[in-house]
Every structure is written in C-alpha cells, then in structure tokens.
C-alpha cells in the first residue's frame, strides 16, 4: 500500500492511499482545483473520500467531491456539522469496505462533534495503514501495522516560547491536537516490527521543528521504520 501526501497542515489537509486496485482520499481540505491538479486532473481512479471531522482544513471540498461522483464518509456527527445529508455516514467499529479496501473507523479526540480515524487494510496486498490526525491522544494498538499516517502536531516547549500566540489558541491546540512527547509514549506501546512506514502529519507552523521532531520519533521506533514529515 501507499500513502502520499498532497497537503499537510493547519490550511489544508488531503492524501491519497491506494494498494493499486483502489486509490481513496483521506480528507479534502484544500481547493478542488488544488486537488485536480495534484491528481494530474483525472479524479477516475478515486474511489472514495474519508473525512475525519467537519473542520474546513479537513473538509473544504466536500461538495465538490460528492458533485463530481465520489462518495464521501464521515460520521454522522461531521456530516450534521457539515449539514450535508449527501455524505455516507460510517461509525466507530463498524467496518465497511471501499473496493479492497476495508475500513474500520475508531474514535479520536478532538473539538469536532463525531471525530473519527481510520485502519484501513487492503485485500489486494494485506498491508494495513492507520491513519489519525487532530487528536490529542489514541486509543488503539493496532496489531500488524504496516504504515502510520499519525499526527505530530506540536512541541509543548515550542509553544510555551510563543508569546503573541492568543491564550484561547494556545488552550486549543493544547486540548485537541497531539504533541509530539504524547506520540512518542503511545508509539512506544506498539508493536511495530510489521512497520515499514511512519508519517509525520499536521505540523504546526508556529510550534514544530521537523527536525526535532524526527530526531525525537526515531529514538522510540525500531530503526528499521522510516520516518517521513508531510510537509504542506
């Protein structure tokens, strides 16, 4: 399976995962011109959309996507966020499938009405990918993962030296996003020997260092796993 990132931060997110039968989006976060262009302007090969939660950096083009005939999943709650009765509501543990690929959405934690995250396993080569962003923390292990797709979102001392950055912001991101300690304590509980890949997404602009943030991923994870930041 591959993940490709197309967008990755807070003005837009969207990515491509495919096993080279069936290619989905997970989120539409930018523009639908943007999307067109970075698919090379042929949308064909897309089978579905995945959105996480209802905010626009995640969810801009979800009309555009539903009106050019690709269906779109979310949770109920981010679909009456959204207020768009078109979208196909999925919930946390129950699996469906999208071509062959089979999706099981779980729960994440963040200041959305339903959030959701996703493990996606593709009968075509039997690779997993779990895919989780703006979350402050997660839940799952995730057994016989072969790529993460998992937020880093901020550094807490970073963010501490942010002076002119609004008290209400800073109490955001705090509560609803994932900072890169907390990562490293739950990628410390997995059992990553299956893993080939681990992808770095969301980073904040004013309270991340990528290479802080590689250094300090690759000092949990066994040196056999690639560490990949998605840049915007």
């Not at 923390?137 to 993460?148: A, D, E, Q, Y």
């Not at 209400?168 to 907390?182: A, L």
Request: hydrophobic share 40%.
């Amino acid at each position: 399976m591959t993940f490709t990132s197309l967008a990755s931060s807070s003005r837009g997110n969207c990515y491509v995962a495919s096993d080279g039968e069936t290619a989905i989006l997970l989120e539409c976060g930018i523009s639908f011109r943007r999307i067109k262009k970075e698919l090379g302007f042929d949308l064909s090969t897309i089978r579905g959309c995945l959105v996480s939660h209802e905010h626009k950096d995640h969810a801009k083009s979800v009309m555009d996507m539903i009106k050019s005939g690709i269906e779109v999943f979310a949770s109920e709650g981010t679909a009456e966020a959204l207020d768009c009765a078109l979208i196909t509501p999925v919930e946390a543990g129950a699996q469906f499938r999208v071509g062959s690929l089979e999706i099981m959405p779980f729960r994440t934690w963040h200041d959305a009405k339903e959030p959701l995250g996703f493990l996606i396993y593709s009968r075509q080569d039997g690779e997993r990918l779990v895919f989780a962003t703006d979350t402050v923390n997660l839940g799952h292990t995730f057994p016989g993962v072969n790529l993460l797709a998992l937020e880093a979102n901020y550094d807490k001392d970073i963010l501490d030296r942010c002076e002119r950055m609004p008290e209400k912001v800073r109490h955001r991101v705090t509560n609803s996003h994932m900072e890169i300690q907390s990562l490293c304590r739950y990628l410390r509980t997995l059992d990553l020997s299956a893993c080939r890949v681990l992808y770095l997404l969301h980073l904040s602009n004013a309270a991340s260092s990528e290479g802080r943030f590689i250094e300090r991923v690759r000092q949990v994870v066994p040196q056999h796993v690639r560490v990949i930041v998605c840049e915007e």
